[in-house]
Nanobody, 115 residues
Framework: QVQLEESGGGLVQAGGSLTLSCVAS????????MGWYVQAPGKQRELVAD???????NYADSVKDRFFISRDGAQKTVYLHMNKVNPEDTGVYFC?????????WGRGTQVTVSS
């Protein structure tokens, strides 16, 4: 069973930076893509950023040029570098790993941005 463990969440002031980490239980290049989703209070979970096995990155419009996704295969880790955060970025951030037939989720890490 694939396990994904997020860390790095917390309270940050608007304009600040935060880096989230997602450690996978297996080789991250086994997946077609890995990414980060956010679920804000009262809203559906939505994509923040993902990166496919070939290295192509994809970002939600709301985070372009502020957030960056990266990965370290040796550490089986995917990162989300969050810069210039604002209160609208508040939510639970979930790590996701996708295969053609199924996907896996971490438990999430809370990010709260204060104004």
């Amino acid at each position: 069973q694939v396990q994904l463990e997020e860390s790095g969440g917390g309270l940050v002031q608007a304009g600040g930076s935060l880096t989230l980490s997602c450690v996978a239980s297996e080789n991250i290049f086994n997946f077609n893509a890995m990414g980060w989703y956010v679920q804000a209070p009262g809203k559906q979970r939505e994509l923040v950023a993902d990166i496919n096995v070939g290295g192509k990155e994809n970002y939600a419009d709301s985070v372009k040029d502020r957030f960056f996704i990266s990965r370290d295969g040796a550490q089986k880790t995917v990162y989300l570098h969050m810069n210039k955060v604002n209160p609208e970025d508040t939510g639970v951030y979930f790590c996701n790993a996708r295969l053609p037939s199924r996907q896996y989720w971490g438990r999430g890490t809370q990010v709260t941005v204060s104004s």
